[in-house]
């Protein structure tokens, strides 16, 4: 007779590389290790390099005046980490005529992604069609 274990989510592993979405309405999100990777903040700064097309996150206390709060999605604290972005990506006309994900990296202490490196499009499960393969999450 065989000898079943349950699988459960709480089993598979984190992802290490840190990612950063920018979604359709202007939402951001980072996985769970770009957040450990900023040191697990409360809240960031949003910075932009207009002439590198470079976007920062850098954590600061809530109560700093430029904060934004980071919140676990699904109240998750595993991530991702959402940032409302909306007015921002807006005001720098950053692209988001679909969701796209980005690999971060750490520059000094702000989290970095370069948007001149296109992304990759991603879908969100809520939108696919039923047997139509697209399972990617816009997170």
């Excluded at 939402?27 to 910075?47: D, F, Q, Y």
């Excluded at 994900?101 to 948007?115: E, I, K, P």
Aim: glycine residues 8%.
């Amino acid at each position: 007779m065989p000898n079943f274990e349950t699988f459960t989510k709480r089993m598979a592993p984190l992802v290490k590389q840190p990612f950063v979405t920018i979604q359709k309405r202007g939402t951001i999100s980072l996985n769970a290790a770009a957040h450990a990777l900023l040191g697990k903040p409360e809240a960031v700064e949003l910075l932009y390099d207009r002439e590198e097309s470079v976007v920062g996150f850098r954590p600061v206390p809530r109560e700093s005046e430029h904060a934004y709060p980071l919140r676990a999605q699904n109240n998750k604290s595993v991530g991702p980490y959402i940032v409302s972005g909306t007015a921002f990506v807006k005001y720098y006309n950053i692209d988001t005529t679909v969701s796209r994900r980005w690999v971060a990296s750490l520059v000094g202490d702000v989290l970095c992604v370069d948007l001149k490196h296109g992304g990759t499009v991603v879908t969100s499960n809520r939108s696919a069609t039923p047997g139509s393969g697209q399972s990617d999450e816009a997170v």
